[in-house]
Nanobody, 123 residues
Framework: QVQLVESGGGLVQAGGSLRLSCAASGHIFGSYVMGWFRQAPGKEREFVAA????????LYADSVKGRFTISRDNAKNTVYLQMNSLKPEDTAVYFC????????????????WGQGTQVTVSS
């Protein structure tokens, strides 16, 4: 059983920063593309970022390009989302996800999902 556990969410003022972490259990971490999604109240879940084994396989949503950075520490089975210059519209529950295919993950199809962590950005 693979588990993804997010942490690092919280309340921050606009312009501030947060770093989310997602710890993955199991030996599959290195084989999987890891990604982040978010869902704001009353809205559909949307893709934020994804990263394969290497930095050459990295995707971002246009809304976060230049502000968010996804990275992974394969030795620690952990993926991170560094969020800078946060805006109130970034307020959402952020979910970690994992799949073998980056295109499929980008489309919102994932083999595994975390429970989510709340990020609230005040104006």
């Amino acid at each position: 059983q693979v588990q993804l556990v997010e942490s690092g969410g919280g309340l921050v003022q606009a312009g501030g920063s947060l770093r989310l972490s997602c710890a993955a259990s199991g030996h599959i971490f290195g084989s999987y593309v890891m990604g982040w999604f978010r869902q704001a109240p009353g809205k559909e879940r949307e893709f934020v970022a994804a990263r394969g084994w290497s930095a050459t396989s990295t995707l971002y949503a246009d809304s976060v390009k230049g502000r968010f950075t996804i990275s992974r520490d394969n030795a620690k089975n952990t993926v991170y989302l560094q969020m800078n210059s946060l805006k109130p519209e970034d307020t959402a529950v952020y979910f970690c996800a994992a799949d073998l295919d980056i295109v499929r993950l980008r489309a919102g199809v994932a083999a595994y999902w975390g429970q989510g962590t709340q990020v609230t950005v005040s104006s």
